[in-house]
């Protein structure tokens, strides 16, 4: 499937994956800040990646096993 936005694959894999249990709000708070970063000149800080690190990982991680359970 192609998606045209990070905000429509995040409404994506909500609503299609619930058994993956990502936060909304969480993902909402990160595209933002991108956008705010890239389109706005606005600095993402040293503290805000490290705030969301961990979480960050445990999505790519979680992502990382579903996409291999699917290709078994």
Known sequence: MKIRT?????AFLCEKHPEIEFSWSFLEEVRRKRNRSIYYGEPATYQDWKRIELQLNVYIATIRKAIQEKLK
Do not use: K, P, Q
Request: glycine content about 0%; overall charge negative; charged content about 20%.
């Open 6 to 10: 990070h905000e429509c694959l995040f």
